[in-house]
C-alpha cells in the first residue's frame, strides 16, 4: 500500500513563499513520474508540475519561473517551491506518484491547503 503524506501547506500573503513536501511510505525510484496538482473552488484539477525519475520537469504555463519540483530520493520525498505567491494560487494542493508501464497506477496524497490572501 503506497502512503504519500503532504505537508507544508498554509496562509501567505501575496509575493510570499512556501514549500511543499511529500514523502512517501517507501522507495521513490518506482514511480516513474512524480509531482503535484491542484484543485480550487468550484474547478478542476489541473497538474502544476511534475518531475521523472530522470529529473526532467512540467511545469503549468501560469507557474513556470514561480514554482519549483525538486525530488530527493534518499528521503524518498519530492518538494515545491512556490514563490511569488499570487491569490490564484490558491487550492488543495494534492501529490501524485505515478508508475507502471504505460503509468497506470496512479497514488494520490491526501492534499494541502495552501491560501495566499492579505
Known amino acids: 500500500q503506497v502512503q504519500l503524506v503532504e505537508s507544508g501547506g498554509g496562509l501567505v500573503q501575496p509575493g510570499g513563499s512556501l514549500r511543499l513536501s511529500c514523502t512517501a511510505s517507501?522507495?521513490?525510484?518506482?514511480?516513474?513520474?512524480m509531482g503535484w496538482y491542484r484543485q480550487a473552488l468550484e474547478k478542476e484539477r489541473e497538474l502544476v508540475a511534475t518531475?521523472?525519475?530522470?529529473?526532467?520537469?512540467q511545469y503549468l504555463d501560469s507557474v513556470k519561473g514561480r514554482f519549483t519540483v525538486s525530488r530527493d530520493n534518499a528521503k524518498n520525498t519530492v518538494y515545491l517551491q512556490m514563490n511569488s505567491l499570487k491569490p490564484e494560487d490558491t487550492a488543495v494542493y494534492y501529490c501524485?506518484?505515478?508508475?507502471?508501464?504505460?503509468?497506470?497506477?496512479?497514488?494520490w496524497g491526501q492534499g494541502t491547503q495552501v491560501t495566499v490572501s492579505s
Open positions: 518531475i521523472t525519475t530522470g529529473g526532467t520537469t
Open positions: 517507501g522507495s521513490i525510484y518506482r514511480f516513474n513520474v
Open positions: 501524485n506518484a505515478k508508475e507502471g508501464y504505460n503509468n497506470d497506477y496512479n497514488y
